[in-house]
């Protein structure tokens, strides 16, 4: 039978093997595999072009309301079509429940905002910021069989954070239903303490979000999130990890064979807080949490991309405009601690980590499919659907050209930030042509895919978040003395 398409003599990379050779399509999925396949209605020459699988993103905001109730600056439309015109086929944003929120509501009104507009395949993480008696007995367990199997939590932020034993009871929860917990960490009190004096002392500019936002308030959290996690004997990933403090933690408790995963961002690899110290309120472009830190902290992070201690390498997309909407709710007048949170990065993300990390040789273009892809279909339970490129797996698809140079301006992407961090920043490598379920969204620079056209993933249930079995000493011994588990 004849393929709808066929991609002829690229160099095909996976996590596992490349080759030069033809991919066979037929009603979105790869059919077939091999040198000189059969005819196809359609053929695409992809000769001295690299095809890799489409970008998986698992950590975007998109079309959600921040804590402070500022709404983002892309809807599921031109979050999508900017995430396609990157490399990127699938994405992972969140259903952010509101205090007093009911989860189940939560995620009828995500649905209902990506349904009509999303041009690219969409999962969902729920943010847990009330983890009530109906949520954690009814709601959470509902939705994890219906496809939502792994959530955010909060160490900071006064909407958002959970206490620790809080974060017990939602840590428990995911170990009994088979959920993945990601963790925002950070510890509140001391970011709080730290701003309260700066900005007491008349210090507002945004460079001081930096200072406040202490490496040691990250690593503090990272090892107590992770002590709560080993506690119950739950996986965890940390997410959007900036510094070498925090990556040692990550590095000691992975060598003890514990499952507790990383995540970090272009904004540790290709930003620092210098970037924050420009003139006036510029450096609000560059506020994120955690913020960039300096060139040390860049090489950790490349090093735990290149060793492993890194799984996943995401946007962290927040896009907030540098207006009254979004970065500056008190003009000229926004302090540090009143500016949204958070960087563009969906369209960037691959060609910033293709150029500076094959192109300069840190990464090997296997660690880059993993990395930008099959790590997070395999993480949050999408693989092997997603992620890679084998027969039966959807088609979607990133053909790049790995020579051609691209120097960055915000007027080229396709979100409604208005600004990029990486303004000016030169490029070699961009993905040319993006496949999404066999069809092409992405072709000479044109967007060919109806709003709507992207279809909701239910997740399984991730093997990475299997406990391991192991129960701390103490814990194991009274267990088995009262003769039932504690939890
Ligand atoms: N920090 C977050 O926790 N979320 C969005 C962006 C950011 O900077
Ligand atoms: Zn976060
Ligand atoms: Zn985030």
Known sequence: MEFDLAIRGGTVVTTTQSF?????????????????????????????????????????????????GVMCADDFYSGTVSAAFGGTTTIIPFAAQHRGQSLREVVKTYHARAEPKAVIDYAFHLIVSDPTEQVLGQELPALIRDGYTSFKVYMTYDKLKLSDAQML???????????????HAENHDMIQWLAKRLLEQG??????????????????????AAALAELVDVPLLIVHVSAGEAIEVIR???????????????????LTADDIDKPGLEGAKFCCSPPPRDAAAQE?????????VF????????????????KLPKGAKTTFKEMANGVPGLEL??????????????????QFVALTAENHARMYGLYPRKGTIAVGSDADLAIWDPEREVTVAASMLHDKVGYTPYEGVHLKGWPMTVISRGRVVIEDGTLHAERGSGQFLPCAKPETAKPLGRTVPELALTQRVIGQPLF
């Open 20 to 68: 030069v050779g033809d991919i066979g399509i037929r009603q979105g999925r790869i059919a077939a595999l091999g040198d000189a396949l059969g005819p196809a209605t359609r053929d695409m020459d992809a000769k001295g072009r690299l095809v890799l699988p489409g970008g998986v993103d698992s950590h975007c905001h998109v079309e959600q309301e921040s804590s402070m």
């Open 169 to 183: 009871d939602v840590l428990a929860l995911a170990r009994r239903e088979g959920a993945l917990v990601m963790v």
């Open 203 to 224: 210090h507002g500019a945004p460079k001081f979000h930096a200072v406040s936002h202490a490496r040691l308030a990250e690593k503090e959290a990272t090892y107590r």
């Open 252 to 270: 000691e408790a992975q060598g003890r064979g514990l499952r507790l995963y990383g995540e970090t961002c272009p904004q540790y690899l290709f």
């Open 300 to 308: 950790a992070v490349w090093q735990a991309l290149k060793d492993g």
């Open 311 to 326: 799984q996943v390498y995401s946007s962290d997309h927040a896009p907030y405009r540098f207006d009254e909407t979004g």
């Open 349 to 366: 993300r691959l060609p910033l980590l293709f150029s500076e990390g094959v192109g300069k040789k840190r990464l090997t273009l296997s």
